[in-house]
């Protein structure tokens, strides 16, 4: 089943490059099984679409995982700031909290 789905937003992808989601959701499948290929995606969004906020808490989250805990944190930052920004209440409240637990952790 998740081959099917991979395959399908390979070809979203393909057929719309310029769509922020398809990576996202690429990234989201790809996250526990293929960490790396889905930092890949994660970096990619970043970069090349840096206003698409749902990237933000996962990204973070995955250079966390990795023990990236710069790219992290700065990621946590740059998520909240667009947040604020883009007067997302939820997502900033989330990324907030996500944050606080990450800043938690390395102090330990």
Do not use: C, V, W
Not at 12 to 28: C, H, T, V
Not at 37 to 61: I, Q, R
Not at 83 to 88: Q, S, Y
Request: glycine content about 2%; hydrophobic content about 35%; aromatic content about 16%.
């Amino acid at each position: 089943m998740q081959a099917e789905r991979i395959k399908f937003l390979l070809e979203q992808k393909e057929s719309d490059p310029n769509e922020p989601f398809n990576y996202y959701a690429l990234a989201i499948e790809y996250k526990d099984n293929q960490p790396d290929k889905a930092l890949d995606y994660f970096k990619k969004l970043l970069s090349e679409f840096p206003e698409y906020l749902p990237t933000y808490y996962h990204a973070a989250a995955s250079f966390f995982e990795i023990g990236d805990n710069f790219n992290a944190e700065t990621t946590y930052k740059l998520g909240i700031d667009l947040a604020e920004k883009l007067n997302k209440e939820k997502t900033l409240r989330e990324l907030k909290s996500a944050y606080q637990m990450f800043l938690d952790e390395i102090d330990e």
